[in-house]
């Protein structure tokens, strides 16, 4: 069983910092990609940030440029979401995504998810 839990959500004030950890554990898997997903009160699932766990290549949402950071660390099979200059509208429901397996046989799993309040 794969559970992937994540911590460091909280209240921050608008331009303060947050560091999202996102750690993946049970039986071995090959990873292809983590990635950060967010989702506010009455708004659809976006995704945020994600990350190739072969390479390290990244990919940001436009609203986040510049402002967030994804880093991984393959030993401890964890991903980081770095978040600075928070906004009231940073507030959401951030979860981790992990997907293992080739191609043809991609599965994923999802974290439980951790909230982040920004207050004006």
């Known amino acids: 069983q794969v559970q992937l839990v994540e911590s460091g959500g909280g209240l921050v004030q608008a331009g303060g910092s947050l560091r999202l950890s996102c750690a993946a554990s049970?039986?071995?898997?090959?990873?292809?990609?983590m990635a950060w997903f967010r989702q506010a009160p009455g708004k659809e699932r976006e995704s945020v940030a994600s990350i190739s766990w072969i390479g390290g290549s990244t990919t940001y949402a436009d609203s986040v440029k510049g402002r967030f950071t994804i880093s991984r660390d393959n030993a401890k099979i964890t991903v980081f979401l770095q978040m600075n200059d928070l906004r009231p509208e940073d507030t959401a429901v951030y979860s981790c995504?992990?997907?293992?397996?080739?191609?043809?046989?991609?599965?994923?799993?999802w974290g439980q998810g951790t909230q982040v309040t920004v207050s004006s």
């Open positions: 049970g039986r071995s898997f090959s990873i292809y990609d």
């Open positions: 995504k992990m997907r293992t397996g080739g191609f043809a046989s991609r599965v994923s799993y």
